[in-house]
């Protein structure tokens, strides 16, 4: 039973490469298999992210006493083979993006995965490469994790037409591009210096360096965390991130907003890991402020609902990334909370974006009448068969009735749980947050620095959202209302009734989130079991 | 040896930094291709430079790693290899696609306002 049950870690990585495999033999017209296929392999993902975050709790002793499970690939022992490790905080982040995966998949059913069709192998390597980021122990496999889901998202923010998706799609590959160079060179560093790449082991071999040596490797380190930095869109690194996500198609929006929690999450695992000195966390803080605030005046000047929305991924990165900085222990189950939550609202928002955007009236496109030479567009001259025209309302699908309504009630959901407001979580997560801040030792002037910087972008951004929503709902100019079907209807509404859940259920979760925290902050648990791992025949080596 | 190694590294890497702040699609393309030869010199340079050092095992018996190159750098610089190439053979897509719905070469799919 065990022996099974601790295959399931490799899983959440194996189900998706096979699933995007098995897909890309499938011809075009068999949509209603890749769908079928696709929404299997998400489903079965989020079933098996549930048994580990089930596994690795204090409920279930039997498999992982300590709740770190090691899957040493190949059976190599850890310092020299390549393990996956799952703990507690690995198990969150799989169970919330096989949850943004199932949602945005299903959303994305609706009409927006036609035409073409590699947008579902894409949109299966995509929760391959977060998956494996959030259960790799590996620097080097994180680095390649990360490669695939940004060479998948790479794919997904280049569907649909149009010139300035281009433009967004070639400064977001410039930008991560570059980044993953910064990545490999801080990888390189730490390896020079610690002469390996096993988290666990890094952290033992980079106490025992000194003098020159724990110099270049802090420099390898901070290297590596500008990389993650990049990626997870703190100021003044993150000019390509409105452009992009309000660009991209809405489920890829909304299942982008997870990915720049992957640049956190690695923040978080190798800040711990690692012990970093004050110094780099103090920085975090100052970054982490910058992006809040710089988010926060972008989110008043935002006049599109789906630019708003960025601004809003950038806030609530901004409040993570300054929490962290301020290294309060106790401060970290609220940071894991208020990332659930921000991550599950981002979600909707971006899928609400997409519907939203169907009740303005457009005027077809203006073609420009003396164009000398009207230029065949670049698809055309590169030789590939030009995409078929989504043709709206066309396909099957029951419309809900009610539409503007369902569309007001979301819209005023995400804007209590953007802003932070009760009776929603998203305030549940702010007042943690502030209550987690305010209850350290000591309070320092950072503290209250971050506690009026959280309330006062709350604030503002439901000034914004306001505003917006005023214009979108109750302005008397022309408006139509939307035809919404239930496979885009419901997945906002899940979203929204499941932040709600946690809202309700919010002793059990945050206990169970401190605990993740605890087991974070306290990495010894993690390196003795990752670093103990005798692979193959656990029972018969131990003395 | 050192010298030259990180002489040539710093000329890859500096020329790829300035090629990746031009306004032109191609020299940033060339410029993410200089740093990516920059990059991969670098991981190399990591796991120390040798001569004569093969850096898999020959032969039985015990061995003595100090006759050995460290394996795990060329291992990586491969993957790293491999991953840079396939990016920048994607961006040199997109680069061809703005081009041609653009009509520039710009980065930002325009000409600048004279």
């Known amino acids: 039973m065990n022996a099974v049950l601790e295959h399931l870690i490799v899983l959440p990585v194996v189900v998706p490469l096979l699933t995007a495999a098995i897909m890309l033999f499938l011809p075009e017209s068999a949509r209603r298999t890749r769908v079928t296929l696709a929404l299997a392999s998400v489903s079965a993902q989020l079933l098996m992210s549930v048994a580990l975050l089930f596994l690795t709790s204090d409920a279930a002793h039997f498999i992982w006493p300590e709740g770190v499970g090691v899957y040493a690939m190949g059976n190599w022992n850890a310092p020299f083979g390549i393990v996956l490790v799952v703990d507690r905080l690995a198990a969150v982040m799989l169970a919330l993006s096989s949850t943004v995966a199932l949602t945005t998949l299903t959303y994305s059913v609706a009409r927006w995965d036609r035409p073409g069709q590699p947008f579902h192998s894409l949109f299966q390597l995509l929760t391959m490469g977060v998956n494996g980021a959030f259960l790799t122990g590996d620097l080097f496999n994180l680095f390649v994790f990360f490669e695939v889901l940004l060479a998948a998202s790479y794919g997904l923010v280049l569907r649909g037409t149009g010139t300035p998706r281009l433009r967004a799609g070639m400064h977001y590959i410039a930008v991560n591009l570059a980044a993953s160079f910064l990545f490999l060179i801080g990888v390189a560093m730490i390896y020079g210096m610690a002469g390996t790449l096993n988290m666990a082991d890094l952290a033992g071999r980079a106490s025992a360096l000194s003098g020159a040596d724990r110099a270049l490797f802090d420099a390898g380190a901070a290297i590596l965390g500008v990389a993650f930095l990049v990626k997870a869109g703190s100021w003044p690194l993150n000019f390509w991130l409105p452009g992009t996500y309000s660009i991209a198609i809405a489920p890829v929006a909304a299942a982008f907003a997870l990915m720049t929690k992957v640049g956190l999450y690695a923040i978080l695992r190798l800040g711990t890991i690692l012990q970093e000195d004050a110094t780099l966390a103090g920085a975090l803080f100052y970054v982490g402020m910058a992006t809040l605030i710089s988010a926060t005046v972008a989110m008043l000047a935002a006049k599109h609902l789906a630019r708003l929305a960025s601004f809003s991924v950038l806030a609530s990165m901004g409040i993570l990334l300054s929490a962290f900085g301020l290294r309060i222990e106790a401060l970290t189950g609220p940071i894991l909370f208020y990332l659930v939550v921000s991550v599950l609202t981002t979600a909707a928002f971006f899928m609400l974006t997409g519907m939203t955007d169907r009740t303005r009236i457009t005027d077809p496109p203006v073609m420009p009448e003396d164009d000398p030479a009207p230029r065949p567009p670049a698809y055309i001259s590169y030789g590939v068969r030009p995409p078929s025209v989504v043709q709206e309302d066309e396909e099957a699908g029951i419309a809900i009735p009610g539409a503007m309504a369902f569309l007001g009630l979301m819209f005023v959901c995400c804007a209590l749980l953007v802003s932070g407001l009760p009776p929603l979580p998203g305030f549940v997560a702010k007042f943690a947050l502030i209550r987690g801040a305010l209850q350290g030792e000591q309070v320092t002037p950072a503290t209250g620095v971050l506690v009026a910087a959280i309330l006062v972008s709350g604030l503002t951004a439901l000034i914004a959202l306001s505003r917006v929503g005023m214009r979108l709902f109750w302005s008397a100019a022309a408006r139509v209302t939307p035809r919404l079907r239930v496979l885009e209807a419901a997945p906002v509404g899940v979203l929204i009734l499941l932040c709600l859940a946690l809202g309700a259920a919010a002793d059990p979760v945050g206990r169970y989130l401190d605990s993740a925290a605890r087991s974070l902050h306290q990495p010894d648990t993690y390196i003795r079991a990752v670093l103990a791992t005798r692979p193959g025949d656990a029972t018969a080596e131990k003395p | ?114």
């Open chain 2, 1 to 114: 040896m050192e010298l030259v190694f990180a002489l040539a590294i710093g000329v890859l890497a500096g020329s790829g930094i300035w090629l990746l702040l031009r306004p032109r699609t191609f020299q940033v393309l060339m410029g993410l291709t200089l740093l990516s030869y920059a990059v991969n010199l670098f991981i190399f340079g990591m796991g120390r430079l040798a001569l004569h050092r093969p850096p898999v095992l020959t032969g039985h018996g015990p061995v003595d790693p100090a006759l050995y190159a460290d394996p795990v750098p060329q291992a990586l610089v491969l993957t790293a290899i491999v991953i840079g190439f396939a990016t920048t053979a994607l961006f040199l897509v997109v680069l061809l696609a703005l081009r041609g719905s653009t009509g520039t070469d710009h980065v930002d799919g325009q000409e600048p306002a004279e």
